[in-house]
């Protein structure tokens, strides 16, 4: 069988982060599995600018920031292989990848770097009975559709969710010259980024409804209407609230998933709030030696935490194939508590961390001046005090080695809201 | 005469909440940014707000269908629309290079429209195969 020190499988902004960290880190021998033609992942459809001011101080579209990570990769001669899809991984590290030279293929890896990104969810949103005429995308695939393809799904749009990449359609959509009629949100708030409510619909007009949901779908062969009504506290339809909208299209921003076939086959043990592995604080996965980052550890909003957290992976992984950071006998576990949904990681080890440690989470709802409280036994380690938070935002603390190697008896950190709504 | 103008900053994702006070036409006071990006934004926004454009170029002879494109600065907010339009007349030929001017000077902005990535020449694949 064939052997490699590094696997990475997916060359998305994690993988391709993840593998540029490794080789800093001293790793010579990477291998990269891409399932598509070209490197860089989603942000390929991602054309809008608005990447990567955290990581280089400049806005940059999708394809500019993902070509920087790129160039880095062949800068630094590493391999990797296009049209090559991962099917299977085992507990042991073996990666069963097949593409068209050289058929199925299995290797050996020292380690493996999980970084397969996200999916879009399925339409379980769309809860109504009748036909599904043509006409109705999901917002990820009218992207591929606007940007890659040049193909403009439809005229005039009414699109459901107002997630990022329903907010960054209606612009898109506007921008090729369709009539976007209005965004219609069920939360009474919006999962998407501030930035893009302003500049998607507010600079051109289009309403956003938020509360609502869509009723109703006219046509048999192409989508002729839709009928949106308001939803009371329980997400019910309100009677007597209901308008109708002529349109040709309907677009979906049902939220993402992590993509974690592969990872449940090699028996990674995964969290049901992320669907995504359940981590340490060196991104290692239940499966010694299998590390994970991106959009498939968790869903996130910015690239560049993307990145952050990829070269976190890609320098661990490394530590692990030196043989000198592998798991320790001590690990304290994080609590999320009281409007904290989850924690990545799940558990940190204040031997084996560095001087600090990001923990990453998001909130459960909106909360207006909150404070996040990180305590155990009793004990507030800290507090961080927020102007808002909102669940479409992911938020963070960081952990200090020297404070939890202070305390040799603490099991737990509960993360909390103390909210002030 | 002072009148406060609430925004978000879009300098970045924090999307800061930002207080702008006006006095006799101009702006005396900012408030809420957490970087000085903010502050400036602010000021413009309420003055003079701009805009990059980015959408997509159809590519003759490409591996690709479309290019994505942006202009290389901030094109007036109100422009928006118009360039947009004039971008879909447009056709590249293939090869594009990232950062190769497609298009000079849109609608008089004094603004160039770039590429953002490369297109080689060559038949285009078949789309959506994965
Ligand atoms: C449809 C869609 C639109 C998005 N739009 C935006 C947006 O407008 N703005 C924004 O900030 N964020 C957007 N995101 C979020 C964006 O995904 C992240 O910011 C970032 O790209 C995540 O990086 P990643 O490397 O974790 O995942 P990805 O970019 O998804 O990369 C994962 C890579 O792994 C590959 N892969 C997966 N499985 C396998 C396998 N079995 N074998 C081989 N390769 C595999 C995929 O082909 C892909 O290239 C969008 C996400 C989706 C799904
Ligand atoms: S003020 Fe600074 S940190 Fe806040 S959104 Fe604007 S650019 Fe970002």
Sequence with gaps: MERCDLAIIGGGPAGLAAAVAAREAGVQDILILERDRELGGILNQCIHSGFGLHTFQEELTGPEYAGRYAAKVRALSIPYLLDTMALELSPERVVTAMNRERGLFQMQAGAVILAMGCRERARGSLNIPGYRPAGIYSAGTAQRLVNMEGYLPGKEAVILGSGDIGLIMARRMTLEGAKVHVVAELLPYSGGLKRNIVQCLDDFGIPLKLSHTVIDIQGRERVEGVTLAQVDENRRPIPGTEERYKCDTLLLSCGLIPENELSRGAGVELNPVTSGPVVDESLETSVPGVFACGNVLHVHDLVDFVSQEAEAAGKSAAGFLAGKNTRGRRSIALRAKDGVRYTVPATVDPNRMGEETIVRFRVSDVYRNPTIAVSCNGEILLRKKRMIVSPGEMEEIRLKKAQLLARPDIQEITIALEAAK | ?130
């Design chain 2, 1 to 130: 005469m002072s009148e406060i103008r609430n925004l978000i900053c879009i300098g970045c994702p924090m999307g800061c909440p930002l207080a702008v006070t006006l006095e006799d036409g101009g702006v005396s006071k900012v408030e809420g940014n957490t970087c000085k990006r903010g502050d400036a934004y602010a000021r413009r926004e309420v003055t003079n707000p701009t805009r990059i454009l980015t959408t997509t170029v159809p590519v003759r002879g490409g591996t690709s269908p479309t290019v994505a494109v942006k202009t290389a600065g901030e094109v007036p907010k109100p422009l928006l629309l118009k360039c947009a339009r004039a971008v879909k007349n447009l056709t590249a030929e293939a090869p594009v290079k990232a950062g190769q001017v497609v298009f000079k000077n849109i609608c008089g902005t004094g603004v160039d429209l770039i590429a953002v990535k490369d297109v080689e020449r060559g038949a285009p694949e078949a789309a959506s195969k994965r």
